[in-house]
């Protein structure tokens, strides 16, 4: 059930998808690093720690020369500067210089955090990403865009760096909490509805093995996640175009993550803005209308929800302004002009945001 993936920029090799059942294969994949001479610090949160740290970190400490660790409290409330700060402090105490690495070993959290930190510090070092989340395993981790957020807006101070290695261990997911599970299958459905009409089709057609996580089409799905987002990120590293395309859902989304204090999960506020994106799209023609219902069905498969209360129209578009998805006064939405075909419109008005929100909010 195991798989790699190359994943290749500017005709360049720049490092392996591994997915594995279990963190045994590890040992291998870090070897090939070569790391006898480098110290790794992996940087967890509070939850991932007592479930994965001591068998990574065995695993670790035999193939480099010392094994590290930074643990911070888990949730998005801590992807932020402070962090980062102490971060750089356990770094320095410990002597990490240029030739070391980072090893995040978590969530999206942890992988955006920690890649920021090694992007940044000594102006860069190398890391190595080891998700344990299903949204990062299908998505975070690969890519290279790290960062967190700033006053609660997100991910407005980041960079782009890629990981030497990604290394996900899909039995990790038996362990995360039913909010967490459907928390990544918004960015799933996400890479169905840019890219994959069949894929989208086929996360109906399985979705009571996906729900009761059978490991074997839990692999075929992080498997074709990853290939649709490999190949985005191929073709676009530094989103000048294409991997804009990844955004669909965080316009408004990232917008009803913050408003939220971060209780709705990042994955769940993708889908909300989902549903608002296709709204628009529909309200100007480009697809049918039943499409709408067969996507709220397809986020209550997966025990997204499908509406938000307590949050106004106004109010998230006003957030949307102060995001970072503004070009020259403008917002940059995705929409879709088929089932996986989306485009990038600089053209979507405040009242058709207002009104496709009405579709979620109550
Ligand atoms: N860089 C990118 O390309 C990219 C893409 C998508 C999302 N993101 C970011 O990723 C973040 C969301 O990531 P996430 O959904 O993984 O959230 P997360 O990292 O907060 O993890 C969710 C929760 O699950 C816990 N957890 C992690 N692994 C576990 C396991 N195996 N068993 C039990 N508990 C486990 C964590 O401690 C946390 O409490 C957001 O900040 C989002 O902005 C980044
Ligand atoms: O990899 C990308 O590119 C993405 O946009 C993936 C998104 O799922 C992810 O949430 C990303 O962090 C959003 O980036 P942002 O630049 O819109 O904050
Ligand atoms: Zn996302």
Redesign the pocket.
């Known amino acids: 059930m195991g798989y790699r993936i190359p994943v290749h920029m500017n005709g360049a090799f720049i490092y392996e998808i591994v997915m594995e059942t279990g963190f045994d294969g590890l040992k291998e994949e870090l070897k090939k690093l070569n790391l006898g001479e480098r110290k790794v610090c992996i940087v967890t ?4 720690a007592p ?2 740290l001591e068998e990574v970190e065995t695993i670790v400490s035999s193939c480099c020369k010392k094994a590290e660790h930074f643990i911070f409290p ?3 409330e801590y ?1 932020n500067l402070d962090t980062v700060r102490n971060l750089y402090e356990t770094l320095i105490l410990k002597q990490f210089d240029r030739h070391d690495y980072l090893l995040a070993l ?7 955090l920690c ?1 920021f930190g090694a992007a940044t510090y000594l102006r860069g070092i190398s890391f190595i990403q080891v ?6 395993q299908v ?9 967190v ?1 700033f006053d609660s807006y ?2 407005m101070v ?1 960079a782009f760096h890629m990981p030497k290695l990604v290394y996900s261990n899909t039995a ?6 039913e909010e ?1 599970f459907s ?2 299958m918004g ?1 799933i459905i996400k890479h169905g509805l840019i890219k994959d009409a069949s894929y989208y089709q086929w996360l109906m057609e399985h979705s009571s093995e996906i729900r009761s996580r059978d490991l074997a089409v839990l692999s075929e799905m992080v498997l074709v996640s990853n290939q649709i ?1 490999r190949d985005v990120v191929e073709k676009d590293p530094t989103e000048q175009g294409e991997r804009a395309l ?1 955004n669909l859902g965080h316009t408004l989304g ?1 917008a009803i ?1 913050k408003l939220s204090d971060f209780r709705l ?3 769940h506020c ?1 889908g909300l803005g989902c549903i608002a994106a296709m709204a628009i799209s529909i309200n100007r023609g480009l697809i049918r209308s039943e499409e709408l219902p067969r996507l709220v069905s397809v986020m209550k498969q997966f025990d997204m929800p499908v509406t938000v209360n307590g949050l106004s129209a106004e109010q998230i578009i006003l957030t949307t302004k102060s995001d970072k998805k503004m070009d020259s006064g403008t917002i940059r939405f995705i929409l879709l002009e088929q089932i996986g075909k989306a485009f990038t419109c600089k053209t979507v008005t405040e009242t058709e945001m207002a009104e496709a929100l009405h579709h979620i909010l109550t």
């Open positions: 949160d509070s939850n991932v479930l994965y888990a949730g998005e992807k978590g969530g999206g959290v942890v992988g955006d890649g998700p344990t989340t299903l949204l990062s998505d975070s981790s690969i890519g290279g865009k790290t960062g957020d997100k991910n980041g990790a997911l038996k362990t995360l909490s967490q928390s990544g960015e987002k990844l990232h993550e999960v990042h994955g993708v």
